[in-house]
């Protein structure tokens, strides 16, 4: 310590071998043993309140003797915990054939029955300190609150203090809670941690540790709490929000209080699957770090082990996939963590739900399973290390197979209207075609067909067009050919032409050459559906006309935007040209075909079939879930 002091703690004949005690206690924690069993030794053998009167004279001079931060005031007040905490050492057991008198004896027992008591010396060190909580000095406020949190921790979790001094540290402590200084709040929260009855809604410690968590500017402050606070029901959500802290030290500390002291089972589906988006989303890397080998491992071996059981808990069936570009959704961002540590012969042999033809039963294909198997696939499929193009196709099986089981999955099997999970589980194997090589040409064409079939399905939702064109742009690489061939398949939803085989038991059938009643009608459906295809190639290139102009207006490229709306006026008039020629043929389609045969057709059935003919397309086209489709496929092509 700096030279004044000694002159200071020299100014009054204090006791030698305790002054020797405090100056040989600052060179180095190795010394601090031999010191404390010597200064011991010296109380036994003397007035203990002569004693404690010259220790808390030289126990002055660091607590508030010294401004300055030194490593000695640490060292010393180190020194005054472990020494103050000696006499809560038991005595050593008499050695085996030694004799223990009877009064000992007697005395030990009692001691048994009765409660323990804290020594003296400590009783009467916590007594002082508490006394001079609120001196002037912030560094003495410090130091008093670093000493207290010192003896607290010396004194072990079993130790036992009596309610008068309970609630002097509880007092005491709750005042230092709103210091100025933000170093001693935090010391406090420290001193107070073991106070908290978490059992306690009502709880003064907790409340105030609530408060300080959500108000306190300091980020020491709520980093501390967060070490420090039980984890109950009421403070759970507390450290939630904590995870979106402005820095990113608490940041850490509420990671790592959820992946210690939480179960993933007390976190709702929302909580868990927010939880772990923003975690794996951490800009910090610290803080990622704490999410990646902490939290996710805990939560796996809180799932037993088992990557279906923890997909089961993070609840993937209902789970958000439509995530942005590129970016993974949070149980997949969990698996993917879990792959990088895992070698790839364990990851492939773990996986232990394909069949003889590498394709999941239809029994076993639920939401978490479907996820595993597409996160695995796509996991090897980015991987540039030796085998994992092996482990792959171990995994997967060829295009053409799958391109079948997923048309059976989703097209052929009956599904329950009450299964909610069906349309996540088909989304993630229309996902993982996107995984293969296109290579092969006949696999690609049956993929291609894949798609078209389940566009035009009416079994398809609306909610798998933009997996579908993600698809099909890898597949269709042209652009226009892919415009026109979007353009059939807007116009077969709008207008589709189920033109059934004549049954020959039929009244409309007719073995004779001389009466061709369904020619004509077909005929007259081909002229309407080319009309249509025409329009609607031209409509989507006015839309493409239109971006170029207001592109162009923007720019202020006047002469290419007059040439583009010359362009357009062009376009308007071909496509009013084929409008009123559509409405001509639907004319003459619609008219009753000039035979002898007409005559001897019932006349209300005649009636029927034609008010029928005039109303499927009114019905087809106000059909809401057609028209969403149509407008969600023209969104994701564009």
């Not at 077969?492 to 409309?508: F, G, I, R, T």
Request: proline share 5%; hydrophobic share 40%.
């Amino acid at each position: 310590m700096p030279s004044p002091k000694s002159k200071k703690m020299g100014s009054r004949k204090g006791n030698p071998l305790i002054r020797d005690a405090f100056k040989g206690c600052q060179d180095s924690f190795s010394g601090h043993p031999k010191l404390v069993r010597k200064l011991k030794a010296f109380y036994l053998s003397t007035d203990p309140d002569k004693f404690f009167e010259d220790f808390i004279w030289y126990l002055r001079f660091p607590i508030s003797g010294v401004t300055e931060r030194s490593t000695f005031v640490d060292k010393t007040l180190e020194f005054v915990a472990k020494f103050a905490c000696s006499f809560l050492e038991k005595d050593e057991k008499p050695k085996d054939g030694e004799e223990v008198p009877d009064d000992a004896a007697n005395a030990t027992s009692a001691d048994d029955e009765e409660e323990e008591e804290l020594p003296l010396f400590i009783y009467r060190l916590f007594a002082w300190l508490l006394d001079h909580h609120e001196v002037e000095g912030a560094d003495a406020r410090l130091r008093v609150c670093q000493l207290l949190n010192k003896l607290l921790k010396y004194m072990g979790e079993e130790a036992c203090i009596d309610d008068d001094l309970y609630n002097k540290i509880y007092d005491g402590m709750l005042e230092r809670l709103k210091d100025k200084v933000a170093e001693i709040r935090s010391q406090a929260v420290t001193a107070l941690q073991r106070l908290q009855d978490p059992r306690d809604e009502e709880c003064p410690i907790i409340r105030a540790y609530l408060f300080h968590l959500a108000h306190d500017p300091n980020n020491v402050v709520r980093r501390t709490i967060v070490r420090c606070i039980g984890a109950t029901r009421l403070t759970l959500p507390h450290i939630l929000e904590r995870t979106r802290d402005t820095d990113e030290h608490v940041r850490r500390a509420a990671y790592k209080f959820l992946a210690e002291k939480v179960h993933i089972k007390s976190l709702t589906i929302g909580q868990r699957e927010g939880v772990l988006g923003r975690g794996l989303g951490e800009r910090s890397e610290a803080v990622r770090r704490v999410v990646e080998k902490e939290m996710i491992p805990g939560w796996l071996r809180l799932s037993n082990n088992n990557i279906v059981q923890l997909l089961h808990h993070l609840d993937v069936g209902n789970s958000d996939q439509d995530t942005k570009q590129g970016a993974k959704s949070a149980p997949a961002g969990a698996l993917n963590v879990l792959f990088m540590d895992t070698p790839y012969k364990e990851l492939v042999n773990s996986f232990q739900y394909l069949d003889t033809e590498k394709l999941i039963p239809y029994e076993k294909l639920t939401p978490e399973t479907a996820m595993y198997w597409r996160v695995l696939a796509e996991f090897f499929a980015e991987q540039n290390g030796p085998g994992a193009e092996e482990y792959l196709e171990s995994i997967m099986p060829e295009l053409t197979p799958f391109c079948q089981y997923v048309r059976r999955y989703i097209l052929d099997l009956e599904k329950d209207d009450e299964d909610v999970n069906w349309e996540f589980v088909a989304k993630e194997l229309i996902n993982m075609t996107t995984i293969y090589d296109l290579g092969d040409e006949v696999g690609r064409q049956n993929l291609c067909k894949l798609i078209k079939d389940l566009l035009t399905s009416t079994k398809t939702p609306a909610t798998f067009i933009n997996s579908l064109v993600t698809v099909f742009t890898k597949v269709e690489k042209n652009a226009q050919s892919r415009v026109d061939q979007v353009a059939e398949i807007i116009s077969d939803l709008k207008d589709p032409l189920d033109v059934a085989p004549a049954d020959p038991m039929s009244p409309e059938y007719h073995s004779a050459p001389e009466t061709p009643l369904v020619q004509p009608v077909r005929q007259d459906e081909e002229v309407i559906r080319a009309k249509q295809l025409q329009i609607a190639k031209l409509r989507v290139e006015m839309n493409v006309l239109r971006d170029q102009l207001d592109e162009a207006v923007t720019g202020q490229n006047f002469l290419i935007a007059q040439q583009i709306k010359a362009q357009m006026d062009q376009l308007e008039e071909e496509q009013a040209m084929l409008e009123e020629q559509l409405s001509a043929a639907k004319a003459v389609g619609a008219a009753p075909p000039p035979s002898a045969s007409t005559a001897a057709v019932d006349p209300a059935m005649t009636a029927e079939q034609l008010d029928l003919s005039d109303s499927c397309p009114d019905q087809v086209l106000d059909n809401p879930t057609v028209t969403i489709k149509c407008l969600f496929l023209l969104l994701f092509l564009l």
